[in-house]
T-cell receptor, first 115, second 114 residues
Framework: AQKITQTQPGMFVQEKEAVTLDCTYD???????LFWYKQPSSGEMIFLIY??????QNATEGRYSLNFQKARKSANLVISASQLGDSAMYFC????????????FGGGTRLMVKP | DAGVIQSPRHEVTEMGQEVTLRCKPI?????LFWYRQTMMRGLELLIY????????DSGMPEDRFSAKMPNASFSTLKIQPSEPRDSAVYFC????????????FGPGTRLTVT
């Protein structure tokens, strides 16, 4: 079974600063994918970034990067130059390639950006 | 593409009533997922389909919940009879079978059972 742990229920960051949201995972599978989603107060789930377990480079998408440490089973999201619009819930999720395409989600981290 | 479409966006019903939630996945996607989000339990996978066939329904809470996918462009999640503890946001998501494809989520249906 897969498990995703996000240990930070809530975080504050000053506008324009960088912030790291933690995510650790547990799986016995060798092939898997890690995802981050953003959920603003409006409720929709917005895909941010993906990292495959065999990818050697850390994934980057604009201001988002994923700090992937396979041996530690961590996949932290780094948001650079925080903006007020980054205030939202952030969910880490994992897909095991041996279990169809279903995602297992962590409990989420609420990020609040201060002006 | 219009994205994943869910209806209704909001549903308020009384305990004991039947509730049907609807989902239209993105055209060409062969996987469809139903999730439920609550404050207490977070995001939970209820059931998912591949090529219209239910693959894993182990997350369906109990027999009051049922889901169907009669064709590639339509799925329903039914609760009969509904109970107050079913109050949640229900998301439908779809994806293709490609390894690095994200799941595209619909806007969700906020269900309130009184």
């Amino acid at each position: 079974a897969q498990k995703i742990t996000q240990t930070q229920p809530g975080m504050f960051v000053q506008e324009k600063e960088a912030v790291t949201l933690d995510c650790t995972y547990d799986t016995s599978d060798q092939s898997y994918g890690l995802f981050w989603y953003k959920q603003p107060s409006s409720g929709e789930m917005i895909f941010l970034i993906y990292q495959g377990s065999y990818d050697e480079q850390n994934a980057t998408e604009g201001r988002y990067s994923l700090n992937f440490q396979k041996a530690r089973k961590s996949a932290n999201l780094v948001i650079s130059a925080s903006q007020l619009g980054d205030s939202a819930m952030y969910f880490c999720a994992m897909r095991s390639n041996n279990a169809g395409n279903m995602l297992t989600f962590g409990g989420g981290t609420r990020l609040m950006v201060k002006p | 593409d219009a994205g994943v479409i869910q209806s209704p966006r909001h549903e308020v019903t009384e305990m004991g009533q039947e509730v049907t939630l609807r989902c239209k996945p993105i055209s060409g996607h062969d996987y469809l997922f139903w999730y439920r989000q609550t404050m207490m339990r977070g995001l939970e996978l209820l059931i998912y389909f591949n090529n219209n066939v239910p693959i894993d329904d182990s997350g369906m809470p109990e027999d009051r919940f049922s889901a169907k996918m009669p064709n590639a462009s339509f799925s329903t999640l039914k609760i009969q009879p509904s109970e107050p503890r079913d109050s949640a946001v229900y998301f439908c998501a779809s994806t293709s079978g490609e390894e690095n494809y994200e799941q595209y989520f619909g806007p969700g249906t906020r269900l309130t059972v009184t």
